[in-house]
Nanobody, 122 residues
Framework: QVQLVESGGGSVQAGGSLRLSCAASGYTYDTYSMAWFRQVPGKEREGVAR????????DYSDSVKGRFTISQDNGKKTTYLQMSSLKPEDTAIYYC???????????????WGQGTQVTVSS
């Protein structure tokens, strides 16, 4: 059974930092690329960062570029999202996802974590 388990969310003041983790199990880890998405109630899920499993090549949405960094530890089967210079508009539930496509669109991703809340206060 595929499992993605996020951790590391919490509350922080604007300008602060958080690191999210996503631990994967139950599938051949090298099969899928990983991505982080976020969602605010009433809005569509937004892709913020993606990373290709084999090459480690990463891509970011314009809203987080230069502030967020996605990385992976293949030995631990864990993907990270380092978030710096956080803004109140970064407040959302953050989800990690695994899928066969290298995209920031949510549709192609097969597996999702349960989400972790990030709250940034001004």
């Amino acid at each position: 059974q595929v499992q993605l388990v996020e951790s590391g969310g919490g509350s922080v003041q604007a300008g602060g930092s958080l690191r999210l983790s996503c631990a994967a199990s139950g599938y051949t880890y090298d099969t899928y690329s990983m991505a982080w998405f976020r969602q605010v109630p009433g809005k569509e899920r937004e892709g913020v960062a993606r990373i290709a499993r084999a090459s480690g090549s990463a891509d970011y949405s314009d809203s987080v570029k230069g502030r967020f960094t996605i990385s992976q530890d293949n030995g631990k089967k864990t993907t990270y999202l380092q978030m710096s210079s956080l803004k109140p508009e970064d407040t959302a539930i953050y989800y990690c996802a695994a899928g066969p496509a290298f995209t920031l669109l949510p549709g192609p991703y097969n597996y999702w974590g349960q989400g972790t809340q990030v709250t940034v206060s001004s």
